[in-house]
């Protein structure tokens, strides 16, 4: 043995090649500050032994490296820059001690080898990988971008176009379409990877490949043309722009300097890189975006947790089909769970199923499935009229239509059809889940489980815990949840539960804001431009649908009658009693056509304003930042209740709520980071200022305490 540390180990192969094998404790291997410092001494031990005449690097994991340790990135940003860019020219210094060495050096690569472990891949000679490989750059995600020289190594091994293309978007590459472009030499079976990569070995030290003019293009200028240059420059920055647009700095920032470190060589490149690495790590959207990626785990965590307390789910059904139905079948089918669609109407089995084959259909023809998936994902779903085909389901989800003693009924005669410990579900997003439990003699095998349309597309399900469910229950529901792809957190019982809860004191301020005059587009325009939601308020209402925005918002009056209740009509009441229901009827705050790609296209409609003005009267302007203050202070101080009350757990699954389950912006980082960035004592002035709007715009003693305290919501 070379070298050994718990993280990497050096031995020596026959033909006196070395082998580095990247082993750290644990399922994965991750670049932490260890894993680099063990990096340094096996590169140091390897010079030193003067037989080696290759290197070999590889991983005893099933995957390569994922990347950097992203849970020691917050605190290391916090330092002061020259302490942060020692840190980055120490990594450096090691990737380009391995760049030099002097003999090949091949990577054979299997699983993922991504941001640090792309660019370790990137520092050696030669790359191998197998057919289960995927390796890029994915830091502008994170709202970085690669800080070990991968904005240098990359643009000099594939070309500066397809560079900018895998930084910017931070997609992960299959090994043909990285083997196309030059990223990696060669794709083979897994059981083949080391063999490979020994022969590959062999075919640098006889000549075959040549390794040293690879070597001297990644340490050189970027071979590019002078008007090429400013095409692919400018070019990029074009489309980089109307993608990520002003909210995302990061993937402007990588153009930038791939620009900027085009004429350079690797020393210079690399000093360029490091000042805008050190430069984003700083931002408010790295912070924020990092964040989210650690709140995603954490909650993951949980839910991989929960899967030890979890009942098996091998066949599940759902009740109503329609688009909710047909949506909750389809991504449970997809997923691997066998599902029954039962509903006491044909046309609505031929509904939900047809849903199911255009998403699967739609796949197809973007060539992310085939004929076959398809046909054995359709097979995994049994459309049935008869309660009968539901008896060997473990799981049944009740999605039928959202009235509380059609539920009560619908579950009350389930619960006489099933097995014993088989758990029912309630897919509702307003009516409590202990007021359901009453219809059931077995109230503990009872929860909510709120999905978000459309089903295929909304990564978030609202797991919600009635007085009664059981552990099991709770736990076996979001381990269905997660098998089926989603993201579940668990929240206790209240109106609304947390997602919605806290969505409706948003739709208040923007009816307050309509009752003072504001015009709606106004206000959309500000919520979505300036600050970042996808949708504004009046948009999303309309595709929500008014008559369901109209529904809900009585619930939650009903519910919190002190902070929501209200007494005067507002903008939702009036387009509801107009029949304006939004895109399902093509008419709302705004009115519908349907484009030449068969997508709703939304325009003003002149009678919206008529309307509106019959009971509000003329239109005001208002600045931008009093329009964000009221749409937002009251969402954010709901939120607040909502941890405070023990509907949600913690700020990381409250932000994760509001990302996955409503858009709200990554950038951001979800209200608790939102919190934190701008200070809680700033928030509080801030409310206080619009206190005499009611009873959503007062913060929480418990806020008040916080902000006194000068404390934050996210302990450092």
Known sequence: MIYQSPTIQVELLEDNIAKLCFDAPGSVNKFDRETLASLDAALDSIKQHAEIKALLLTSAKSTFIVGADITEFLELFKQDDATLLAWVEQANAVFNKLEDLPFPTVSAINGFALGGGCETILATDLRVADTNARVGLPETKLGLIPGFGGTVRLPRVIGADNALEWITSGKEQRPDDALKVGAIDAVVAPENLQSAAIQMIHDALAGNLDWQARRKQKQSPLQLAKLEAMMSFATAKGMVFSIAGKHYPAPMAAVNVIEQAATLDRTGALQVEAQAFIKLAKTEVATALIGIFLNDQFVKGKAKKAVKLAKDVNNAAVLGAGIMGGGIAYQSASKGTPIVMKDIAQPALELGLNEAAKLLSAQVARGRSTPEKMAQVLNNITPSLDYASIKHSDVVVEAVVEHPKVKATVLAEVEGYVAEDAIIASNTSTISINLLAKSLKKPERFCGMHFFNPVHKMPLVEVIRGEHSSEETIASVVAYASKMGKTPIVVNDCPGFFVNRVLFPYFAGFNGLLADGADFAAVDKVMEKQFGWPMGPAYLLDVVGLDTGHHAQAV???????????????????????????????????????????????????????????????????????????????????TVRCLEEGIVASPAEADMGLVYGLGFPPFRGGVFRYLDTMGIAAFVALADKYAHLGGLYQVTDAMRDLAANNGSYYQA
């Not at 029949?579 to 068969?598: E, H, I, L, P």
């Not at 009093?626 to 202070?633: E, K, L, S, V």
């Open 556 to 638: 939650m009056a009903e519910g919190f009658p002190d902070r929501m209740g209200k007494t005067d009509k507002d903008a939702i009441d009036i387009m509801f009693e107009n029949k304006r229901f939004g895109q399902k009827n093509a008419k709302g705050f705004y009115a519908y056509s349907v484009d030449r790609r068969g997508k709703p296209k939304k325009d003003l409609d002149p009678t919206s304003y008529e309307l509106l003005k019959g009971t509000f009267g003329e239109l005001k302007a208002f600045e931008a930042d009093d329009i964000i203050a009221r749409c937002m202070i009251p969402m954010i101080i709901e």
